[in-house]
């Protein structure tokens, strides 16, 4: 793992810890493209959290809805961009992508290593909120 990088598994496993409606599923589907496409063929509604390089202050957090998705500006390109967007293309083109947000998070440190930086570590509480907030509106 990559310290700042991995703000997505930090999130799975904290959301993983906390009590969420049945119909709501917590996945870390890492890097692997199979597992992503697998996962959202199958989901109603999909949010990704993931570490995005954009040149934004450490612990800027971006929020993509369909629209910023499909033709996502050059500058906002996660650590993952050409994985993740493959995937999304991929489902669309085997069935329909259910609608995705995808919460970003400026990295500070992208070092070896498991720890997040300070500045990421402080705004993993908002993370948190938003994926709630998108996944359980009713409770927001």
């Given at each position: 793992?990559?310290?700042?990088?991995?703000?997505?598994?930090?999130?799975?496993?904290?959301?993983?810890?906390?009590?969420?409606?049945?119909?709501?599923?917590?996945?870390?589907?890492?890097?692997?493209?199979?597992?992503?496409?697998?996962?959202?063929?199958?989901?109603?509604?999909?949010?990704?959290?993931?570490?995005?390089?954009?040149?934004?202050?450490?612990?800027?957090?971006?929020?993509?809805?369909?629209?910023?998705?499909?033709?996502?500006?050059r500058k906002l390109?996660?650590?993952?961009?050409?994985?993740?967007?493959?995937?999304l293309e991929m489902?669309?083109?085997?069935?329909?992508?259910?609608?995705?947000?995808?919460?970003?998070?400026?990295?500070?440190?992208?070092?070896?290593?498991?720890?997040?930086?300070?500045?990421?570590?402080?705004?993993?509480?908002?993370?948190?909120?938003?994926?709630?907030?998108?996944?359980?509106?009713?409770?927001?």
């Amino acid at each position: 793992m990559f310290k700042d990088e991995g703000v997505g598994v930090h999130v799975a496993q904290r959301l993983a810890a906390k009590t969420l409606p049945p119909d709501v599923q917590v996945i870390d589907c890492g890097t692997s493209l199979l597992e992503v496409i697998s996962f959202m063929a199958k989901a109603e509604r999909v949010i990704v959290v993931d570490a995005m390089k954009t040149g934004a202050d450490p612990g800027t957090i971006f929020k993509l809805q369909d629209k910023d998705i499909s033709e996502p500006p050059r500058k906002l390109v996660s650590l993952h961009q050409l994985t993740l967007l493959e995937a999304l293309e991929m489902v669309d083109k085997v069935g329909s992508r259910p609608p995705t947000t995808i919460i970003g998070v400026e990295p500070k440190d992208v070092g070896m290593g498991m720890e997040l930086s300070p500045e990421i570590k402080s705004v993993i509480p908002r993370v948190l909120d938003l994926v709630l907030e998108e996944a359980c509106p009713q409770k927001h």
